[in-house]
């Protein structure tokens, strides 16, 4: 097929359609309740360390952002109230049915929440956009049973779980402290280990992370956390992060010290998550694939 032969874009205009009116009613979702929108930058100095994450760099040098977290942060530090951010972000190598480099996140931040209320406001913006449902809960743990290995063999078992739950709407809960990223730590008790969620020695059995996932049909749709507010302890992470990045001979990423100097100043207490908001379209139309949602998957 000839350039001139490929122009047409991969979705139908119902596919529009109905992508513009769940964009309307994610909007007037967050408008009831006082979380205001926000745009943060595209393009930034900085990225995330995480191992698990691969950024694009432009030929200047800078990222393009693969969450708008570390900005949005930046403002809740700086005394924003609750925030939302919907838009692009880009992630390399992503690619298939459910991946895309380039796709549509949806981000929120409450001042004031745990993971427990965010869940619940999660499950409410998702009823009003797929209709309502009921949820079932489950421990990374029983869904995954104890898995030891590399950060690639955690990802295979954890996906290959997921993938068999079938036709559910499903809350992961209490992943082990080495995968909390960017939420806090707790205890066997459920407390929290120091003011700011910060545990030392978080290897420990009994360590679990305040982060959540949900699953619906079988695909993962949003990741949200109890937020870490101890910036020592996000530096050490970064750290960490790096050193895996080192280990797996990757380049490392340099740590975002405008985050963790707003994490110094004071981020408040808040629970954040994000949504892929390609996959609930999706969902929402009965496809197969993104490509059948996004305008232009092949660019």
């Known amino acids: 097929m000839s350039l001139h032969d490929d122009w ?37 100095r900085t990225s995330v360390t995480e191992p698990q994450i691969e ?8 990222f393009l952002q693969t969450s708008p977290e570390h900005y949005m942060k930046r403002l809740l530090a700086a005394g924003a109230p609750s925030i939302y951010q919907l838009g692009p972000v880009c992630r390399a190598g992503e690619s298939g049915r459910l ?6 996140m949806l981000e929120w931040y409450r001042l004031g929440f745990d993971d427990q209320a965010l869940m619940a406001e999660v499950s409410g913006l998702i009823d009003r956009l797929l209709g309502p449902a009921s949820y079932e809960r489950m421990t990374y743990e029983s869904l995954v049973g104890t898995v030891h290995g590399e950060p690639a063999e955690l990802d295979l078992a954890y996906a290959e779980a997921v993938g068999a739950l ?7 809960t209490d992943y082990p402290a080495n995968q909390a990223a960017l939420a806090r730590v707790r205890g066997d008790g459920g407390q ?10 978080d290897n420990a059995d009994d360590a679990r992370a305040a982060r959540f996932e949900l699953i619906i049909d079988g695909v993962e749709i949003a990741n949200g956390y109890h937020e870490l507010t101890d ?15 080192l280990d797996a001979r990757r380049e490392p990423m340099a740590p975002d010290e405008r985050l963790l100097a707003a994490m110094e100043a004071g981020l408040p207490e808040c629970a954040g998550v994000a949504i892929g ?12 694939s993104l490509a059948e949602v996004v305008p232009f998957a092949d660019r």
């Open 8 to 44: 047409r874009p991969t979705c139908s205009v119902a596919a529009l359609r109905a992508r513009a009116k769940l964009l309307a009613q994610t909007r007037a979702f967050f408008a009831e309740r006082d979380v205001i929108e926000v745009q943060t930058p595209t393009l930034g």
């Open 55 to 62: 950024s694009l760099r432009t030929q200047c040098g800078a």
């Open 99 to 104: 991946h895309q480099e380039e796709f549509t």
């Open 166 to 172: 079938g036709s559910v709407r499903c809350f992961v």
């Open 192 to 201: 929290f280990r120091g003011d700011n969620g910060h545990f030392r020695g």
């Open 231 to 245: 910036a020592v302890e996000l530096g050490a992470r970064m750290a960490r992060d790096n050193q895996q990045r």
């Open 277 to 288: 908001v390609d996959r609930l379209v999706m969902l929402a139309l009965g496809a197969s």
